[in-house]
């Protein structure tokens, strides 16, 4: 039964957001811009800012000019003595950013190479471009390793403990897969997926597993479940649907942290209830519960079955910026609206 989730509290903002972080603890913090008139700008980043805000209450705790603009690759996250990190473009090429968390004030600023995506932890950044992947250090903002594709394109990328977990494609072929990779020193353990897929719409790690929301997932099941799920298609109750027009079928993918070989479970993914089609799934791990949020519907699993928990229906999530959980608390950011829901447990 679908549920109406409980909004904690909501700020309206004039500016635009881009990027969050969100905690176990500590506030709400929001990363905006004010776009041009028109939208255009000659630079390659907008100027942004950064607003704090308390967890519980939504009120407003600090605002501050920030190193970092609107642009190609974003990420922010806590670094190891509890201050803000944030990294993205600028005037100046990319840059990492420390701020107080307390005040927002500025603690230190480096140059880091361009990416898409970074990933934000208290020991290490983990800064994922087309052709390389960068670790950088947090507190003293040094590079730790850098790995270069090497006939590869790295696409996004989850980490869990020493592990990290990237979605990657060839050149020889756009489809994609998943390589295990060493957090403290960038070395390849092994392809845990290979890369078959059309599309790897996200991927998130944690809880000793991994989870991935793959465009076709008959070819991402092994030989015997792959043909327990075509029967099972076959003979579906709407008889009337046409699966050669159709296409393939999206699903979510559990696997165990260091196996890709054969999921621990797996779930089809139809139309939403809207309508609409896959579109931007989206997963993240927290607290025994794997979230998937599409279209306006977050569903609750458990990690290691899958049982379903819950469901809840999230005004706003449709039209979602960003989105997090943590201990509970689920954090959504619109375009210019931000928003705390309580998780039951």
């Known amino acids: ?22 905690s176990a603890q500590g506030p709400v913090v929001l990363h905006v811009y004010d776009p041009p008139a028109g939208g255009k700008w000659i630079d390659d980043a907008i100027p942004g800012k950064v607003g704090a805000f308390d967890r519980q209450t939504g009120e407003r705790l600090w605002v501050s000019p920030c190193e970092v603009g609107y642009g190609r690759g974003f990420g922010a ?4 003595e509890s201050e803000l990190v944030i990294l993205g473009p600028s005037q100046g090429g990319h840059r ?44 003293p903002m040094v590079e730790s390793w850098r790995v270069a594709g090497a006939g590869r394109r790295f696409h996004r990328a989850a980490r869990a403990g020493n592990m990290l977990y990237v ?27 290979e890369p078959n897929q059309p599309a790897i719409h996200d991927l998130c790690a944690g809880e000793g597993v991994f989870a991935i929301v793959v465009e076709d997932l008959e070819s991402a099941l092994p030989p015997e479940a792959a043909r327990d799920f075509a029967l099972r298609q076959l003979t579906r109750e709407d008889v009337d649907h046409d699966f050669a027009a ?10 165990e942290a260091d196996s890709g070989e054969r999921p621990m479970w797996y779930e089809p993914l139809g139309a939403t209830p809207a309508g609409d089609d896959l579109g931007e799934a989206s997963v993240a791990i927290d607290s025994g519960k794997l979230y998937l949020a599409r279209g306006a519907l977050l569903s609750v699993r458990d990690v290691l079955t899958g049982r ?17 959980v943590k201990n509970g608390a689920f954090l959504l950011a619109e375009e210019t609206r931000v928003s705390v829901y309580e998780i039951p447990d």
């Not at 005040?103 to 390389?132: H, N, R």
Request: aromatic letters at 4%; one cysteine or more.
């Open 308 to 324: 379903l928990l819950g469901e809840l229906a999230v005004p706003g999530l449709d039209e979602h910026v960003a989105w997090s």
């Open 1 to 22: 039964m679908t549920r109406s989730a409980r909004r904690r509290w909501t700020a309206d903002l004039e500016s635009e957001i881009d990027g969050l972080a969100l």
């Open 246 to 255: 159709s296409g393939p079928t999206p699903g979510l993918v559990v696997h």
């Open 167 to 193: 979605v990657y494609s060839t050149k020889d072929s756009r489809h994609q897969g998943v390589l295990a990779m060493r957090v403290d020193n960038g070395k390849l353990i092994r392809e845990l997926v």
């Open 77 to 80: 996250g806590i670094g190891e």
């Open 96 to 139: 990492m950013v420390r701020m107080s968390l307390d005040d927002g004030v500025l603690l230190g600023v480096e140059s880091v190479p361009e990416f898409d995506e970074a990933l934000v932890s208290p020991d290490l950044c983990i800064c994922v471009g087309l052709k390389a992947i960068t670790a950088v250090h947090t507190t």
